[in-house]
Nanobody
Framework: QVQLVESGGGLVQPGGSLRLSCAAS????????MGWYRQAPGKQRELVAG???????NYADSVKGRFTISRDNTKNTVYLQMNSLKPEDTAVYYC???????????????WGQGTQVTVSS
């Protein structure tokens, strides 16, 4: 199994910044794509950003130019630097990892528990 633990959420004023971290642990064989999703109240979960093991990234149009995703493969950790935050960025942010573990020969998507990000004055 693979466990994901997120940190870094909180309350920030519009225009401010936050940095989210997510560390994967467990019986990991390999991790392909890691990503961040978010879910606002009454809305579906949506992709925010993703990064492959080779460093290729993709972003939702709503966050391009403001958010930056990165990862440290040596630490099985993914980061999301969020700048110029807007009230509409308020949501629970979830980390994901597409991973193969020693307990499962198939690549599965694992999820973190979520961290609240609130952008408000």
């Amino acid at each position: 199994q693979v466990q994901l633990v997120e940190s870094g959420g909180g309350l920030v004023q519009p225009g401010g910044s936050l940095r989210l971290s997510c560390a994967a642990s467990g019986s990991i064989v390999s991790i392909n794509v890691m990503g961040w999703y978010r879910q606002a109240p009454g809305k579906q979960r949506e992709l925010v950003a993703g990064v492959s093991s080779g460093g290729n990234t993709n972003y939702a149009d709503s966050v391009k130019g403001r958010f930056t995703i990165s990862r440290d493969n040596t630490k099985n950790t993914v980061y999301l630097q969020m700048n110029s935050l807007k009230p509409e960025d308020t949501a629970v942010y979830y980390c994901s990892a597409d991973a193969i573990s020693y307990s499962s020969p198939s690549r599965l998507r694992y999820w973190g528990q979520g961290t609240q990000v609130t952008v408000s004055s």
